[in-house]
């Protein structure tokens, strides 16, 4: 987990075009937590991301990065939105964001709901098993799964003449 240099919370981030998976977690205790679902709307960033980061105040952000389960070296559809989404995190609240493999992390956040629930039945369910899948991909990096990159934000300097 290199990157942070201050001790503190770090926001988890499983993207979707629907929804997108939240959870939280902290660089003192090294455990992620799954906290909640937004759902996806057609601004850049969900409103409701505001009160998440005035809440947490994050030192850095995770978000999972997809690619193929069976090694192909072609690019996965989702890959340029997540990048944008990491991006659009940085620029509008100023902290550095990981991009963190999220292979298979769907499969076992469904394995870890359905060992604290039942198996999901509706798209509620569904939901939480993307806030469940945020903590996968959280946790995998608290835990030191190296990143695939950073995103910084990008400070528009000022020019003087």
């Known amino acids: 987990m290199p990157k942070p240099t201050?001790?503190?919370?770090?926001?988890?981030?499983?993207?979707?075009?629907?929804?997108?998976g939240v959870a939280t977690g902290s660089t003192f205790t090294s455990i992620a937590h799954p906290h909640s679902t937004i759902q996806q709307q057609d601004t850049a960033l969900p409103?409701?991301?505001?009160?998440?980061f005035q809440e947490w105040k994050?030192?850095?952000c995770v978000v999972g990065f997809p690619t193929h389960a069976d090694e192909r070296t072609t690019e996965h559809p989702?890959?340029?939105n997540c990048i944008n989404f990491?991006?659009?995190?940085?620029?509008t609240f100023l902290c550095s964001v990981a991009l963190v493999d999220e292979q298979l992390s769907?499969?076992?956040?469904?394995?870890?709901?359905?060992?604290n629930h039942r198996?999901?039945?509706?798209?509620?369910d569904k939901a939480k098993i993307d806030a469940y899948a945020a903590q996968q991909i959280l946790q995998d990096?608290?835990?030191?799964?190296?990143?695939?990159?950073?995103?910084?934000?990008?400070?528009?300097?000022?020019?003087?003449?």
């Open 6 to 20: 201050a001790q503190g919370n770090i926001l988890g981030f499983d993207f979707g075009l629907k929804r997108i």
């Open 47 to 52: 409103p409701s991301l505001k009160l998440l």
């Open 58 to 60: 994050p030192v850095a």
């Open 78 to 80: 989702l890959q340029a």
């Open 86 to 91: 990491a991006q659009a995190l940085a620029d």
């Open 106 to 115: 769907s499969y076992a956040a469904e394995h870890n709901y359905r060992q």
């Open 119 to 124: 198996a999901p039945t509706n798209k509620k």
């Open 141 to 161: 990096f608290l835990d030191g799964a190296p990143p695939y990159q950073w995103i910084e934000p990008m400070l528009l300097s000022s020019s003087s003449s």
